[in-house]
T-cell receptor, first 111, second 110 residues
Framework: RKEVEQDPGPFNVPEGATVAFNCTYSNSASQSFFWYRQDCRKEPKLLMSVYSSGNEDGRFTAQLNRASQYISLLIRDSKLSDSATYLCVVSYGGSQGNLIFGKGTKLSVKP | EPEVTQTPSHQVTQMGQEVILRCVPI?????FYWYRQILGQKVEFLVSFYNNEISEKSEIFDDQFSVERPDGSNFTLKIRSTKLEDSAMYFCASRRDTQYFGPGTRLTVL
């Protein structure tokens, strides 16, 4: 049973394109949701938290559908520097806050 | 901006040897974690640590693994007798509200 599932990609898009990533999670007890970004052989870095009402940070928009256990990330006007692997991450909450990672979706933005 | 640091960046060891991976979490953080990532696979939770004790551990974190916070700044992961399958990137993380990850130690077991 995969707890967090993502399309592995790769997504190859031209600069300026809009790209959307989807993620599903299996545990309905999940309480916190995140998108992390990971560059090759580097550590995961928090891109944004995901809230039930949806949230936006510049060119990035995240959505959460608790009923469907589905999370999305939309990147508008993609830049070369957006090339990375995008990790969907959930946490069951509580004081420990352990993170459960998806395998990631690889994005390659081409000039 | 404060950051989590890890040493060494790369550790090569022989199967059966003990290794200690070191981390310095961000100073005002209260929760500490170790994760690992085998090449080409997802990041996996190993253990969380709070108030000087393990608060949760995964099934990966068996008797060969231990963690310690020997002083006010360091947080270590020890693998007693390394196996080939322990080869991975090991990430330390700490948090107050949000988890921040260190740059990782690449462990290669020969």
């Amino acid at each position: 049973r995969k707890e967090v599932e993502q399309d592995p990609g790769p997504f190859n898009v031209p600069e300026g394109a809009t790209v959307a990533f989807n993620c599903t999670y299996s545990n309905s007890a999940s309480q916190s949701f995140f998108w992390y970004r990971q560059d090759c052989r580097k550590e995961p870095k928090l891109l944004m938290s995901v809230y039930s009402s949806g949230n936006e940070d510049g060119r990035f928009t995240a959505q959460l559908n608790r009923a469907s256990q589905y999370i999305s990330l939309l990147i508008r006007d993609s830049k070369l520097s957006d090339s990375a692997t995008y990790l969907c991450v959930v946490s069951y909450g509580g004081s420990q806050g352990n993170l459960i990672f998806g395998k990631g979706t690889k994005l390659s933005v081409k000039p | 901006e404060p950051e989590v640091t890890q040493t060494p960046s790369h550790q090569v060891t022989q199967m059966g040897q003990e290794v200690i991976l070191r981390c310095v979490p961000i100073s005002n953080h209260l929760y500490f974690y170790w994760y690992r990532q085998i090449l080409g696979q997802k990041v996996e939770f190993l253990v969380s640590f709070y108030n000087n004790e393990i608060s949760e551990k995964s099934e990966i974190f068996d008797d060969q693994f231990s963690v310690e916070r020997p002083d006010g700044s360091n947080f270590t992961l020890k693998i007693r007798s390394t196996k080939l399958e322990d080869s991975a990137m090991y990430f330390c993380a700490s948090r107050r509200d949000t988890q921040y990850f260190g740059p990782g130690t690449r462990l290669t077991v020969l």
